[in-house]
């Protein structure tokens, strides 16, 4: 069983920086795809990134097209943690994300969900 915390979330005014954290439990944490979700009022949750370690210290990382460049997502495998840098914030990106991990990388199930943490971006 995996349990996913995240936090960071808040207010932030368009043009602005935040950094969202999820703090994962678990032995297995390393093997798991981790990734980033979000959902905006009447939206379907959507995929925003996610990384994978493929290697010692080696990770792959995939986004959407609406953040690549103005996301990085990274993982510290040694400290069960995987963070999402957002720059440049869009009101559109204002949603409730979420830290999801994935048990068999790349599969169509997403199989641990944390509970959410709230960005608004202001314009």
């Known amino acids: 069983q995996v349990q996913l915390v995240e936090s960071g979330g808040g207010l932030v005014q368009a043009g602005g920086s935040l950094r969202l954290s999820c703090a994962a439990s678990g032995r297995t944490f390393s093997s798991y795809k981790m990734g980033w979700f979000r959902q905006a009022p009447g939206k379907e949750r959507e995929f925003v990134a996610g990384i994978s370690t493929i290697g010692y210290n080696t990770y792959y990382a995939d986004y959407t097209d609406s953040v690549k460049g103005r996301a990085t997502i990274s993982r510290d495998n040694a400290k069960n943690t995987v963070l999402l840098q957002m720059n440049s914030l869009k009101p559109e990106d204002t949603a409730v994300y979420y830290c999801?991990?994935?048990?068999?990388?790349?599969?169509?199930?997403?199989?641990?969900w944390g509970q959410g943490t709230q960005v608004t971006v202001s314009s």
């Open positions: 999801a991990a994935q048990a068999i990388p790349n599969s169509q199930r997403w199989d641990y």
